[in-house]
């Protein structure tokens, strides 16, 4: 069921690199029921990791990791 009203956060970061945590954290938007949305760029090219977390009224914050190969913009 898709999950409404969560606050879903999103978090760069490219193993091997200091980043400060704040900095990078972006805040998706709901864009429709269970979808949400946000923009941003990468400063580098190499792999990155993307962090999403989603938390609601209904469930724990739920970090998920995923890993991106960056051209070199």
Do not use: C
Request: charged share 20%.
């Amino acid at each position: 069921a898709p999950l409404q009203d969560a606050r879903v956060t999103i978090m760069r970061r490219m193993p091997g690199m200091e980043h400060p945590e704040d900095k990078d954290m972006l805040i998706a938007e709901a864009t429709g029921p269970g979808q949400y949305t946000t923009h941003t760029a990468f400063a580098m090219g190499g792999k990155w990791n993307v962090i999403v977390t989603v938390a609601s009224e209904q469930t724990d914050a739920q970090p998920l990791t995923f890993s991106l190969e960056v051209e070199q913009p």
